[in-house]
């Protein structure tokens, strides 16, 4: 008896089929970070948005601009809550394409929403860094200090300060989002009425927009966020017209009204 002769295609045939699958999306087998709230989620470094400094103030950064809507006031005002620092010695910049988060345009009420939730879940994170690090340095259980004006105090009277914790912070770390902010009843600063940090350029006539600043044969146009934008005359411009907003070099960013 003959043993029957089978090739290939007829031993496919008879399984009735051969499936073939691959994929363009070798990212979809690699897990994703959480999304994060607000402007967080596309700039997730925790040294992003703020950092402490050696003499105990912090300084906070912000993509959002003033507008005249108090911004930069409410922001400072989140972050000194949830630090547990007075409200002057909290400083911002903002809207320094070098220094802060890109978030954007400023537009739509969004400001607090997405700045400052930002900004709110980041310093309850540092926050809750300089605990643990000062829970460290006095040999207590971080649940057992108190946290007043930068000071981090144990029940035995020994303190140590932001200041003293600055250079142990290592802020360069994403924001994991799940330090909880104070619940609205433990507010102290939110909610209370401050002084607005953007009115005194404006009623002093100082540089409170790029807009609002003239430029001479051969000088420099100040920004909100104190940087300068260079700039030289445009020789070719007519003397009538008097322009000179050609710029030959820049920092900041803000341009120049023509």
Known sequence: MNAPHLTRRDFTAGLGGIVLAFSLMPDALTQQPPRLPGSLNNNRLLSAWLAINADGTATIFTGKVELGQGILTALCQIAAEE??????????ISGDT???PNEGQTAGSLSVQNSGTALRLAGAEVRSILLDLAAKKL???????????????????????????????????????????????????????????????KVTGGAAF?????????????????????????????????????????????????
Do not use: F
């Open 83 to 92: 630090l547990d620092l007075p409200l002057a010695r909290v400083k911002i």
């Open 98 to 100: 070098g220094r802060t």
């Open 139 to 201: 040999g207590v259980a971080a649940d057992n200090l108190k946290v007043a004006d930068g000071t981090i105090a144990a029940a035995d009277g020994r303190k140590v300060t932001y200041g003293e914790l600055a250079r142990e912070a290592d802020l360069k770390r994403e924001a994991t989002g799940k330090v909880a902010p104070k619940p609205p009843a433990q507010h102290r600063v939110v909610g209370q009425s401050s002084p607005r940090v953007d009115l005194p350029a």
């Open 210 to 258: 790029a807009t609002a600043s003239t430029c001479c044969r051969a000088g420099t146009w100040p920004t909100p966020s104190g940087q300068v934008l260079h700039a030289r005359e445009d020789r070719r411009a007519s003397s009538a017209t008097a322009i000179r907003s050609r710029l030959t070099t820049y920092r900041g960013s803000a341009s120049p009204a023509t």
